[in-house]
DNA sequence: CTGCATCCGTTACGATACTG
DNA sequence: CAGTATCGTAACGGATGCAG
């Protein structure tokens, strides 16, 4: 592991640079974040609101709401509003989202090849904490 | 971008691995997870519990002791208790926290290349939208 | 030294009702 | 259809105090 490679790109960063990294990580991983992207990810053509929100499947309009704000302001996702009615409003993920997703993959792949482990894990854990 | 082979790998799963899976990688970017796994990779040693509080900075005993109960389920940590006065215990990463991490790379230096994408779509989407 | 128990403020989330 | 506003609940995280 070449951790020197890692520190040095973290070391070039100022404080505030170095927040806004660790905040856009962290969103990732909020409970509807990456469902959300895949599903636009897995769409050909941009999808309505109500579409995204069938496919994200428990996610609240709320929620789903605040969630595509955030990938907006990111630069994650496009918001594409039509003036007609009904209204319209079509989300579509972007290329910059689309590159994060293959970095990602891998990391997914490694968390499902290893799901035995962590079960057996868990459960040599318990077996030896059964208070916790 | 191959989607059908992400799908692909989640469809293998039953609905109980998905869901662990998906856990796996919540836990991962909770507050204080992989600053953790940083401090104990960089490390050669193991740590003990105030060496890790020291160089985790910011962190409340609470929350590190969680932190590190967790991984230690999950397999990404050992911990090794000696009966000494003053009671002595040592934090050390595993090989699998290591792969993981290799993996989990790319996608720290891919946020902190595109610091100033994110910077720029923010002032972008904020001067659209003020009120937000 | 380690780390658990408790209190407390903040944030996240969901359900519901309502608006352009 | 696509939100916004409001409310209630639950989880999170920090600070403090105490025990082994």
């Known amino acids: 592991m070449d951790w020197s490679q890692a520190n040095a790109a973290c070391d070039a960063l100022t404080e505030n640079e170095e927040s806004l990294t ?12 990456l469902w959300t992207l895949a599903v636009l990810a897995e769409s050909e053509a941009p999808l309505r609101f109500s579409r995204v929100m069938e ?23 496009t918001r594409a509003v039509f003036a ?6 079509e989300y579509a993920i972007t290329e910059l989202a689309l590159d994060m997703l293959d970095l990602l993959h891998p990391l ?9 482990t962590f079960q057996a ?12």
Chains 1, 2 share one sequence.
Do not use: F
């Open 22 to 33: 660790r905040d856009i990580v962290t969103r990732l991983a909020e409970k509807w974040t």
């Open 55 to 77: 496919q994200v499947e428990g996610v609240s309009q709320k929620s789903l709401t605040k969630v595509l704000r955030q990938l907006e302001r990111d630069g994650l996702v």
């Open 84 to 89: 007609e009615v009904p209204p319209r409003v």
């Open 108 to 116: 997914w792949q490694w968390a499902t090849v290893h799901v035995g």
């Open 121 to 132: 894990a868990h459960a040599a854990y318990d077996k030896k904490r059964p208070a916790a």
